[in-house]
């Protein structure tokens, strides 16, 4: 049995487990989309699940571009959707 995390999506709660990727708890959440593209607006939600497409960047723990797939949940831990040209913060 994995230990439960609090983590914050766009400010609201969820709990997740700590063995979990960003990515995979956003899309059990129904998050959608993850982000969106800077030129056209397109939606975007992770497709491949192991850092090869870049399609779910997130904003996570205020650092632009992260690569959600990759990133294991940690509680407290801020996630913010990602619409349009990154955050250059």
Do not use: K, N, W
């Not at 998050?31 to 850092?51: E, K, S």
């Not at 996570?60 to 831990?77: K, N, T």
């Amino acid at each position: 049995m994995s230990t439960c995390v609090t983590v914050y999506i766009d400010g609201r709660p969820v709990q997740a487990h700590a063995i979990e990727s960003v990515a995979a708890v956003v899309l059990r959440c129904g998050v959608m989309p993850m982000r969106t593209t800077p030129a056209a607006g397109d939606a975007r939600a992770p497709y491949c699940m192991m850092g090869v497409c870049f399609e779910c960047l997130m904003t996570i723990d205020g650092i632009p571009s992260r690569q959600a797939c990759l990133v294991p949940v940690r509680e407290g831990m801020r996630i913010d959707r990602q619409f349009g040209a990154r955050s250059l913060r």
